[in-house]
Structure formats: structure tokens, C-alpha cells
């Protein structure tokens, strides 16, 4: 069973929850979710690994996406231009691209025991079985999860969203700003180091 928050009100960090913290944040297009998962990054003082999607705009037109990786790299994995055939609506995807800098950072993530960022968990991203393997293992391991989630009903979606050990929050404008401050301080006390 998923715990549903109200933002305003994160509960206590149990003891249980210190080292499997997961947290998952969903909203509509626009809301502020990968805004508000760099603002936390940045807020703490320890490293974080992982990687967060930025749209890729020409004149005003959204006409990709690229992973951005929390080291620095870059690449497009979405674009109405790219010569691939696998298109999810007017995107055609690399895959390979997600998966030789998103899923790479999602696992040294892991294998450093950092906080691991995944933005976004969505129905581009989930094409990729070594994607969302990459996903399972994090989310499976020892070390806290800050992730965006697709909010829509998707069978691998759903399934993490699920999962007992998963907090699902929904981002909106009238709650963002206060939970930059709460995620941050929540993170923090996971891994004080």
C-alpha cells in the first residue's frame, strides 16, 4: 500500500525508514518536479548520483529531451529529429542514449551508496528493460530514492507506486516551495555524511 502525504505534514523518519527512504513525486506537466528535485540536490551538502530530464526547446516548441546527469553529462534521448524508429508521440527515442548516461548513473548511484535521483520514470524511459532494471535495483537497495514518476497508470508505474516502502507525493504549485525545505531536510537526516 502506497502512503499518501500531505506535503504540508511529511511524518517523522522512523528508524525503519532511515536507510530505504523512497521517494517518488508525480503532477501534471509543468508542475515543478524536476525544478524542485535540483533545488534539493543542491540544498545538500553530501553527493548525490543519478540524473534529471530537461526539456530541449526550439523558438518556444518543446522538441525533445535530453538526461542530464548529476556529474555533468549530457545527451539527447528524445527528439522529433533523431533517426530512430521507436517513437513514443512525436519523439523519436535512443534508447541506447538513455542507457549508456541515465541508467549508468543510476548505477553508480547505487554503488557509491549515494542518493539516487531518477527524473524522470516515465513511458519513454520505461521502453528500456535495462532502464527499468536499473530502476528495480535501486529502489531494491539500501540507499534513499528521489524519483519523478509518471502520475498516469502504466503497469511498471504502478507497480513501484505500490510498493510499501514508497512515498508518493504530489507536486503542485500551492505546495512546491514548502517541499524543497521538508524533502531536503528529510534527505539530509537519511545520510548526514
Given at each position: 500500500?502506497?502512503?499518501?502525504?500531505?506535503?504540508?505534514?511529511?511524518?517523522?523518519l522512523?528508524?525503519?525508514?532511515?536507510?530505504?527512504?523512497?521517494?517518488?513525486?508525480?503532477?501534471?506537466?509543468?508542475?515543478?518536479?524536476?525544478?524542485?528535485?535540483?533545488r534539493?540536490?543542491?540544498?545538500?551538502?553530501?553527493?548525490?548520483?543519478?540524473?534529471?530530464?530537461?526539456?530541449?526547446?526550439?523558438?518556444?516548441?518543446?522538441?525533445?529531451?535530453?538526461?542530464?546527469?548529476?556529474?555533468?553529462?549530457?545527451?539527447?534521448?528524445?527528439?522529433?529529429?533523431?533517426?530512430?524508429?521507436?517513437?513514443?508521440?512525436?519523439?523519436?527515442?535512443?534508447?541506447?542514449?538513455?542507457?549508456?548516461?541515465?541508467?549508468?548513473?543510476?548505477?553508480?548511484?547505487?554503488?557509491?551508496?549515494r542518493?539516487?535521483?531518477?527524473?524522470?520514470?516515465?513511458?519513454?524511459?520505461?521502453?528500456s528493460?535495462?532502464?527499468?532494471?536499473?530502476?528495480?535495483?535501486?529502489?531494491?537497495?539500501?540507499?534513499?530514492?528521489?524519483?519523478?514518476?509518471?502520475?498516469?497508470?502504466?503497469?511498471?508505474?504502478?507497480?513501484?507506486?505500490?510498493?510499501?516502502?514508497?512515498?508518493?507525493?504530489?507536486?503542485?504549485?500551492?505546495?512546491?516551495?514548502?517541499?524543497?525545505?521538508?524533502?531536503?531536510?528529510r534527505?539530509?537526516?537519511?545520510?548526514?555524511?
Amino acid at each position: 500500500m502506497t502512503q499518501a502525504i500531505v506535503p504540508a505534514t511529511l511524518p517523522a523518519l522512523s528508524e525503519a525508514h532511515v536507510v530505504t527512504e523512497k521517494v517518488m513525486l508525480t503532477g501534471r506537466p509543468g508542475c515543478g518536479k524536476t525544478t524542485l528535485i535540483k533545488r534539493v540536490v543542491n540544498n545538500l551538502p553530501q553527493r548525490a548520483g543519478g540524473f534529471y530530464t530537461e526539456e530541449i526547446r526550439d523558438r518556444g516548441t518543446r522538441i525533445g529531451f535530453k538526461i542530464v546527469t548529476l556529474d555533468g553529462d549530457e545527451v539527447v534521448f528524445a527528439h522529433v529529429a533523431l533517426k530512430t524508429s521507436e517513437r513514443v508521440g512525436k519523439y523519436r527515442l535512443d534508447r541506447s542514449a538513455l542507457e549508456a548516461v541515465g541508467v549508468k548513473a543510476i548505477r553508480e548511484a547505487v554503488q557509491a551508496q549515494r542518493l539516487v535521483v531518477i527524473d524522470e520514470i516515465g513511458p519513454m524511459e520505461i521502453r528500456s528493460a535495462i532502464f527499468r532494471d536499473a530502476v528495480n535495483k535501486a529502489l531494491d537497495s539500501e540507499v534513499p530514492v528521489l524519483a519523478t514518476i509518471f502520475g498516469r497508470s502504466l503497469p511498471f508505474t504502478d507497480a513501484i507506486k505500490s510498493r510499501p516502502d514508497v512515498t508518493l507525493i504530489e507536486v503542485r504549485p500551492d505546495n512546491r516551495e514548502r517541499l524543497v525545505s521538508k524533502l531536503s531536510g528529510r534527505i539530509q537526516a537519511l545520510n548526514p555524511g
